[in-house]
């Protein structure tokens, strides 16, 4: 069983910076594309930015150049730096790990959730 943990939400100013990590854990051989999902209140769970197993990212245009995403593949592990943060970034933030491969079941991907951390922009 995968599980994914993320760390490193919380309240900052306008501004300000924020890096959000998300270990993944349980067995893991590959992750094909690592993801950060938010979901702001009352809208819905939009793409933030994502990352291949090889380094190619994307990112929203909302993020792009103030949000910078990257991962260490040896430590399963995705990293969010968010600076210049506005209030409009406030929203619960969410890890997902694309096309996991497993060694406890090798012939099929999994597609797996961290639990959200909140990010709260004060203005």
């Known amino acids: 069983q995968v599980r994914l943990v993320e760390s490193g939400g919380g309240l900052v100013q306008a501004g300000g910076s924020l890096r959000l990590s998300c270990a993944a854990s349980?067995?893991?051989?590959?992750?094909?594309?690592m993801n950060w999902y938010r979901q702001a209140p009352g809208k819905q769970r939009e793409l933030v930015a994502n990352?291949?197993?090889?380094?190619?990212?994307n990112y929203a245009d909302s993020v792009k150049g103030r949000f910078t995403i990257s991962r260490d593949n040896a430590k399963n592990t995705v990293y969010l730096q968010m600076n210049s943060l506005k209030p409009e970034d406030t929203a619960v933030y969410y890890c997902?790990?694309?096309?996991?491969?497993?060694?406890?079941?090798?012939?099929?991907?999994?597609?797996?959730w961290g639990q959200g951390d909140q990010v709260t922009v004060s203005s």
């Open positions: 997902n790990a694309y096309k996991v491969k497993t060694s406890t079941n090798p012939m099929r991907y999994s597609d797996d």
């Open positions: 349980g067995s893991i051989v590959s992750i094909n594309v």
């Open positions: 990352i291949t197993r090889g380094g190619s990212t």
